[in-house]
């Protein structure tokens, strides 16, 4: 019982830091069209970008680690799961919303 309420924390640790990677790349593009005083490109594109960057080089990590003594190679592919591929597919999903929301707000008018 107690591993799987730690496996629940530390998914939403992945999702937390991966939201985080996310708003960083937003504003750094936020920042970056600030400065040039024009749209140069879209936040959320580039903060989702900045997300399958961090997420690739993390899932290499994951899988070209050595395992730890006496388990299977199965445990690196529930890992690279619970914590690359979960969170990044929580991010793109409120992506898509929120994305789908603002077009939809943007026709009404």
Same mark, same amino acid.
């Given at each position: 019982?107690?591993?799987? /309420?730690?496996?629940? !924390?530390?998914? %939403?640790? $992945?999702?937390?830091? +991966?939201?985080?990677?996310?708003? /960083?790349?937003? @504003?750094?593009?936020? &920042?970056?069209? !600030? ?11 580039? &903060? ?5 960057? %961090?997420? %690739?080089?993390? &899932?290499?990590?994951? #899988?070209?680690?050595? !395992? ?7 445990? $690196? #592919? +529930?890992?690279?799961? +619970? ?8 991010? %793109?999903?409120? @992506?898509? +919303? !929120? ?11």
């Amino acid at each position: 019982m107690y591993d799987k /309420l730690i496996d629940l !924390l530390t998914s %939403v640790g $992945a999702l937390i830091f +991966y939201t985080v990677i996310y708003f /960083l790349g937003y @504003f750094a593009i936020h &920042g970056l069209n !600030l400065i040039a005083d024009r749209r140069l490109l879209n936040r959320r594109i580039a &903060g989702l970008i900045v997300v399958f960057f %961090v997420a %690739v080089f993390h &899932g290499y990590k994951i #899988i070209s680690s050595p !395992l730890p003594a006496g388990e299977e190679a199965e445990v $690196a #592919i +529930y890992a690279l799961g +619970y914590y690359v591929i979960f969170p990044v597919a929580v991010i %793109v999903g409120v @992506f898509l +919303y !929120l994305t789908w929301q603002e077009k939809k707000d943007n026709e009404s008018l």
